[in-house]
């Protein structure tokens, strides 16, 4: 059978060579990740600081524990979830009024979806220090619009609701242009037939924005969230240049929370406790986001 | 009335409403242009304000005078110039890293499946892992090795960032090139390397490049590692941006004028390289 020990010596070449491509950026991937990683995991069982001379004792759980047990870390936590829950719905209902009014093409229409999404790759520092400027008690210009129609100006970084209504305000402002455009790629992938046999059926328009617009988007918007989350639970520098986490603990993410535990306390063993603890958030949103989206290619736009 | 004028008269109604909603169209497209653009702008304008233009009320929408000073003073008293440099260096230098690194990998994932699923999943997992769980064991690292505050370890420190979006990108595009041309090049008689840099890389050039702008913008933009591993001798722009607001009186004009420096290169991409940016954004998931 000299065919089949031909056709199993080129696969076990292709085995080679497959590996041996791999191998350079692995090594590059591995050393980066793994040593950290189980540094990192190490750590976490360990009371640890640089702040004080003290060795490291090993404390088994102990870290994870306090971590449980501290209501600045359920704070941080709430407040993440507080921008997904509020921010994701806001901007994926506002994302799809723009999407729909942009769907249909126009004489310059690609340079205003391109106008429309400049916030998305501006400097997330640049960002933080816009809406700074603009939201500034006493000469942002958002306080001079509001007093026109006669609202009084808004101490808008000072109090903790509005703090948080702040953060809320510069994240729409930066990733509801993104949401559109993964929506507008949905919208481009919904084949004209579909529309013409919802109106041969006498749909209204309204109608068939429900019943025929909104399942076939259901892909999209499945990518979208899962997005939205990943880089809620990753943002950091507007946060920690609009408001530092402040007043207070009142803007506190998950992010800024593992930044001071991890460099403004000094605190090796409980910063090690809370990156795990998010890492295994993550991983879950990894696993879901290749059963949703990957394993359901055919479902997205292509 | 005949049912002829009748009807003439209903087409005309509707007529009427389709165009009032053409324009109501366009106007909501402008207002939502207008304010989401508003940001922009008023940090663009800034730069050539004079510095009372900034404790004005009310706000000064337009300078009476264009200032052109901020940029001097933003480039030589605060740091700018260095700042630029450094990020320039560190973002080419990066880009080349990651991509050299990462190339054939996604090769290797795209086309042969390298890793299956396990693989896929571990480069997923550390493209949305939060970059800030990794600062405290790189840093004890980097602190050993004192590396702290020069330029290779933001080169190293950015590969962790950068490289499993720059691999699960391209390994897209490496996917959507056929696999006969590797097979009539195999039959040819060329060996897997040779096939592959003689005939799969040149299609792949356009995604490379396009990876290639998304990790140079990625690693121009970044402020969490560089806050935590440098301190004076590598601070990029974000850096010093962020350090500028350390007096008591905060400059916004210089502020103003070196992060419109600071934004111009993502705009650009935005610009001219729309067509990639949801591929780029949504890693890969959406084609666009």
């Known amino acids: 059978m000299a065919g089949t020990e031909r056709v199993m010596a080129i696969e076990a070449s292709q085995k080679r060579f497959a590996r041996l491509t791999a191998l350079p950026g692995m090594v590059v991937l591995v050393l980066l990740v793994v040593g950290p990683l189980v540094y990192m995991f190490f750590n976490s069982f360990f009371l640890k600081t640089l702040a004080t001379p003290v060795p490291p004792r090993f404390a088994w759980f102990e870290n994870y524990g306090s971590l449980f047990a501290d209501h600045r870390f359920w704070n941080a936590f709430l407040n993440s979830m507080i921008i997904m829950v509020i921010g994701i719905p806001i901007q994926s209902a506002l994302a799809l009024v723009i999407a729909l009014l942009l769907n249909k093409k126009f004489p310059g229409s690609r340079i205003v979806v391109a106008l429309f999404l400049i916030p998305v790759m501006i400097t997330p520092v640049v960002a933080g220090f816009e809406w700074k400027i603009i939201l500034d008690d006493?000469?942002?210009?958002?306080?001079?619009?509001?007093?026109?129609?006669?609202?009084?100006?808004?101490?808008?970084?000072?109090?903790?609701?509005?703090?948080?209504?702040?953060?809320?305000?510069?994240?729409?402002?930066?990733?509801?242009?993104?949401?559109?455009?993964?929506?507008?790629?949905?919208?481009?992938?919904?084949?004209?037939?579909?529309?013409?046999?919802?109106?041969?059926?006498?749909?209204?328009?309204?109608?068939?924005?429900?019943?025929?617009?909104?399942?076939?988007?259901?892909?999209?918007?499945?990518?979208?969230?899962?997005?939205?989350?990943?880089?809620?639970?990753?943002?950091?520098?507007?946060?920690?240049?609009?408001?530092?986490g402040g007043p207070g603990v009142a803007t506190e993410t998950l992010s800024v929370l593992t930044y001071i535990i991890g460099f403004k306390n000094f605190n090796v063993g409980m910063s090690a406790t809370i990156a795990v603890v998010q890492l295994i958030i993550i991983t879950i949103i990894a696993k879901l986001f290749i059963r949703l989206v990957m394993n359901r290619r055919e479902g997205t736009p292509s | 009335m005949t049912t002829t004028e009748l009807r003439r008269e209903d087409l005309a109604r509707r007529q009427r409403i389709r165009t009032l909603l053409g324009v109501l169209r366009f106007a909501l497209i402008l207002i939502f242009l207008l304010i989401f653009l508003f940001p922009?702008?008023?940090?663009?304008?800034?730069?050539?304000?004079?510095?009372?233009?900034?404790?004005?009320?009310?706000?000064?929408?337009?300078?009476?005078?264009?200032?052109?000073?901020?940029?001097?003073?933003?480039?030589?008293?605060?740091?700018?110039?260095?700042?630029?440099?450094?990020?320039?260096?560190?973002?080419?230098?990066?880009?080349?890293?990651?991509?050299?690194?990462?190339?054939?990998?996604?090769?290797?994932?795209?086309?042969?499946?390298?890793?299956?699923?396990?693989?896929?999943?571990?480069?997923?997992?550390?493209?949305?892992?939060?970059?800030?769980?990794?600062?405290?064991?790189?840093?004890?690292?980097?602190?050993?090795?004192?590396?702290?505050?020069?330029?290779?370890?933001?080169?190293?420190?950015?590969?962790?960032?950068?490289?499993?979006?720059?691999?699960?990108?391209?390994?897209?595009?490496?996917?959507?090139?056929?696999?006969?041309?590797?097979?009539?090049?195999?039959?040819?008689?060329?060996?897997?390397?040779?096939?592959?840099?003689?005939?799969?890389?040149?299609?792949?050039?356009?995604?490379?490049?396009?990876?290639?702008?998304?990790?140079?913008?990625?690693?121009?933009?970044?402020f969490l590692f560089a806050l935590i591993f440098t301190r004076s001798h590598a601070q990029t722009l974000p850096i010093t941006l962020a350090g500028m607001t350390g007096g008591h009186q905060i400059p916004w004009g210089e502020i103003s004028a070196l992060s419109l420096i600071a934004i111009t290169p993502g705009i650009l991409l935005t610009l001219f390289f729309q067509k990639y940016l949801v591929r780029g954004l949504t890693f890969g998931a959406v084609k666009g």
């Open chain 2, 40 to 222: 922009v702008y008023w940090i663009g304008i800034g730069a050539f304000k004079v510095e009372g233009e900034f404790y004005h009320y009310p706000p000064v929408f337009w300078p009476s005078q264009f200032n052109f000073a901020n940029f001097g003073r933003a480039m030589t008293v605060f740091g700018g110039t260095q700042a630029l440099t450094t990020s320039l260096v560190v973002a080419v230098v990066n880009t080349g890293l990651v991509i050299a690194f990462g190339v054939l990998l996604a090769y290797s994932m795209g086309r042969f499946k390298v890793g299956g699923e396990n693989m896929s999943f571990f480069v997923l997992s550390l493209l949305f892992a939060p970059p800030v769980i990794a600062t405290m064991p790189l840093f004890i690292i980097f602190k050993t090795l004192r590396m702290l505050d020069t330029y290779p370890v933001l080169f190293l420190s950015y590969i962790l960032i950068n490289m499993p979006f720059a691999v699960w990108v391209m390994k897209g595009f490496f996917e959507e090139i056929p696999q006969s041309i590797e097979s009539a090049a195999l039959l040819d008689g060329y060996s897997r390397l040779h096939a592959f840099w003689k005939y799969i890389l040149p299609l792949a050039v356009p995604g490379i490049a396009v990876t290639a702008l998304f990790v140079f913008i990625f690693s121009w933009n970044e």
């Open chain 1, 138 to 244: 006493r000469f942002g210009p958002l306080n001079y619009v509001l007093g026109l129609v006669g609202v009084s100006p808004q101490a808008w970084l000072a109090q903790p609701a509005l703090a948080m209504a702040s953060i809320l305000l510069m994240d729409t402002w930066q990733w509801t242009p993104f949401v559109t455009l993964v929506l507008l790629a949905g919208l481009a992938a919904i084949p004209k037939q579909v529309y013409e046999a919802a109106s041969v059926d006498g749909s209204s328009a309204s109608e068939t924005l429900w019943r025929v617009t909104m399942p076939l988007l259901r892909p999209v918007f499945t990518l979208v969230i899962l997005l939205r989350i990943i880089f809620i639970f990753k943002v950091f520098d507007p946060v920690q240049i609009l408001t530092g």
